[in-house]
């Protein structure tokens, strides 16, 4: 009997797979160029930045700390849940602060810049509450498996490493990690959202035969929607492409990110037309 080992989403690119992608990335952008920018150059600009925005998402999740079920028994570093659920939480966090700068007219910049504090912070109190509960609930020291010295701080890890396990707790860079991811995450998701909401308070009223005013909870409603689904996507590509757990930017696995943005590039663009084509038909 032939036993086909399971796929371990190891660092090498596909080159077919990567080709078919920015093929199908080159279509996308390019058909939305000839089609609108001309008639309608917001329509083509906020494709090309939804795009930038799913690719600060995916690439942002690479530098979460994630350490699953092997986390909270103390037998690798991380938070103790899955990849896509903590990034979501973050990348959320984020948008909703984003979204009420947004509201609050306070620009572009401030807007996203908003966003991706949001995220931060989010992911700044959860890895202080998980360093607490390590240290004093479960009475273990921050330790990584996958280097001798935190990149960081230079401490030394292997004396504080039990033995049997891949490390445990939440070291210093692993938290470094996590609030630039939440930061990555949440500016791309509001990067995402205001760049709907911008196609669709200049399209809808003319689709729905409204007022400016009238359709503008249904233009956040709609941007909300796809943001979080274009969040979603990429962040699921991410948790893919990393496979179980990770320590963050100097886990091995952090050398897989180029992979995940091919894919976030394609993603994006597919979903992002969709979501685009329901105001600009």
């Not at 609108?36 to 979460?64: C, E, K, Q, R």
């Not at 007219?105 to 998980?130: D, K, Q, R």
């Not at 709907?196 to 009223?205: A, G, K, N």
């Not at 400016?212 to 969040?231: D, H, K, R």
Request: charged share 5%.
């Amino acid at each position: 009997m032939t036993v086909t080992p399971k796929p371990t989403g190891g660092v090498g690119m596909n080159p077919v797979a990567n080709a078919l992608s920015l093929i199908l990335l080159i279509a996308i952008v390019g058909a939305t160029y000839i089609l609108y920018y001309s008639a309608s150059p917001l329509v083509f600009t906020a494709l090309v930045a939804i795009i930038v925005g799913g690719v600060l998402v995916g690439f942002g999740v690479h530098f979460v700390p994630v350490g699953g079920a092997p986390a909270a028994m103390g037998q690798a570093p991380g938070i103790a849940t899955g990849v896509a659920m903590l990034a979501a939480g973050a990348g959320l966090a984020g948008l909703f602060g984003g979204a009420y700068a947004v509201q609050s007219n306070l620009g572009f910049w401030t807007s996203i810049v908003a966003g991706g504090i949001g995220g931060a912070l989010m992911m700044a109190i959860t890895c202080l509450f998980v360093t607490l509960i390590y240290t004093y609930g479960m009475g273990i020291p921050s330790a990584s498996g996958k280097v001798k010295v935190d990149p960081i701080t230079g401490d030394s890890q292997v004396e504080y490493k039990s033995q049997g396990t891949e490390g445990h707790g939440l070291p210093f860079s692993s938290f470094v990690g996590g609030v630039t991811g939440g930061f990555l995450g949440g500016l791309g998701g509001t990067l995402i959202y205001y760049e709907l909401l911008m196609v669709y308070e200049d399209r809808l009223p003319v689709l729905l035969s409204a007022s400016s005013s009238a359709i503008v909870p249904v233009a956040v409603s709609l941007a909300g929607i796809f943001a979080i689904g274009l969040f979603l996507v990429n962040a699921v590509l991410a948790a893919y492409n990393i496979t179980g757990t990770t320590e963050g930017f100097h886990d091995p696995k952090f050398a897989r990110f180029p992979r995940a943005i091919v894919a976030s590039l394609a993603a994006s663009a597919v979903c992002g037309i969709v979501a685009i084509l329901v105001a600009a038909l």
